[in-house]
Every structure is written in C-alpha cells, then in structure tokens.
C-alpha cells in the first residue's frame, strides 16, 4: 500500500483509549493504535495527532462546576492521553514529541508552531496536547486549528462510527450514509462530524476530514493509503 498523504492530522477521542473499561488506559487499545501509527511513520508519512480526555473528563462531568474551570480539567486528562500514546509509541521505536497549549515545561514542549513542523519534517510524531489552552473550544476544535497551523492535508476523525449518516444511525434503521459531502452540508443539516466552530474551521481552511470507524485499527492506515472507507468531508 501507498499513501495518498504525505502529512496528516489523526484525531482520536479520549474514550476510544479506555476500550471496554470506559474509563482510564486500555493499553492493549492503545498499543494496537500505536502500532499503526508506526506503520504510517514508517512508510514515511508526517503525523500529526490530538487525543481527547473523555475517558477521564467530560465537560458535563463537572455538574455545577464552573464551565471554564471545568474544561481546564480537561484539558489536563488530554495532556495524561497524550504522555501514554507517546510513551507507548516510544516503546515501539517511534521518535515522538509532545507540545501543549499550556506551558508544562517539565514535560513536556510548549506547542510552537514552526517547531511542530520542523519535527514532522524530521519524521517525528508530534502530540499536541491540551486542546487550545482556551476554555469553551472542543479537542475537534483543536484538530482543525492545528491541521491548518500544519498545513495538514486532512484529518483523520476515528470515530465509533462508519461514516457520517443524515441521521443517528443507532436509532434509526433507515439512516443513510455519505461517502462524500461538503463542509458547507454538514453545517446546513447539522449532521455532528465535528462541532460547528471545527467545521467552519475547516471549511474556511479547504481541510478535509475523513470520517471513519476505528474498530478496526488497520482502518488508519487503510484511511491514508486512499482506501474507500468512511465518510470525506472536502
């Protein structure tokens, strides 16, 4: 297989990371992941990745917590998912770097832009941590911004899910789902591929988005060497 990619932003959500546990590190989950991000490195492609914190931190969790305290919470379980891919990935032989919105010296790189970029050019996994730094903006929020700060030529959204459906397809049976759309038609049918602020994001900075169902781990690679799977977003 060859890629059609040559540098990517992968975008993973935090809960994928606790498999069947639904809460916490699965690393059998997480070592499967990793094994195919080396697969991609290997074969010469850039990536770039951002995890969310959900398999420690919702917003919601918080109750009546203060929403911004609340996302600063989250923004930490990102930074704990983004120190256990690197350390796993490292583990395999993959030469990572982590960089965060908010400063964590010790360790941790703060993220610069053109550092991030240097690292990939030099085959580095770069993990950007910590969301934005800013309340009020999702991981998916984050992955759109740092895809165009890259200059990624898409992002991968793993997901639990196929594709992106007109409708919820664990409701409804008769739901359809979309091999190809626009940025402009998700945002009209609100059909949920990423926040709104993230799809505009994209849409203004032409980045595409493959939609597609991390079950199988083999789908990343599958996703990067222009294999017909999932829902493209462009």
Not at 37 to 61: E, H
Not at 131 to 155: H, K, M, Q, W
Request: proline share 2%; aromatic share 6%; with cysteine.
């Amino acid at each position: 297989m060859q890629p059609v990619y040559k540098r990517i932003l992968l975008k993973i959500s935090g809960e994928v990371l606790a498999g069947e546990k639904n809460h916490g590190f699965d690393f059998d989950v997480i070592g499967s992941i990793c094994e195919k991000v080396k697969k991609l490195n290997d074969m010469g492609v850039q990536v770039g990745l951002v995890v969310g914190g959900g398999n420690f931190w919702r917003g919601r969790s918080g109750g009546n917590m203060d929403r911004t305290r609340a996302d600063h919470i989250g923004m930490l379980a990102t930074v704990m998912n983004s120190l256990a891919l690197c350390d796993t990935l490292e583990q395999l032989g993959v030469n990572v770097r982590v960089q965060t919105a908010i400063e964590m010296k010790q360790f941790a790189e703060p993220y610069i832009r053109n550092r991030a970029v240097r690292h990939l050019e030099k085959g580095r996994v770069c993990i950007f941590g910590a969301g934005t730094g800013n309340p009020f903006f999702s991981t998916d929020t984050c992955a759109a911004l740092r895809a165009a700060e890259i200059n990624a030529e898409v992002i991968l959204k793993a997901t639990n899910v196929d594709g992106v459906y007109d409708k919820d397809p664990n409701k409804f049976d008769d739901a359809v789902k979309f091999d190809r759309i626009s940025h402009s038609e998700v945002l009209e049918k609100d059909l949920k591929v990423m926040d709104a602020t993230a799809a505009s994001l994209c849409r203004d900075n032409n980045i595409k988005i493959l939609v597609f169902n991390l079950s199988d781990p083999e789908n990343i690679v599958r996703a990067v060497c222009g294999e017909n799977i999932g829902t493209l977003v462009c």
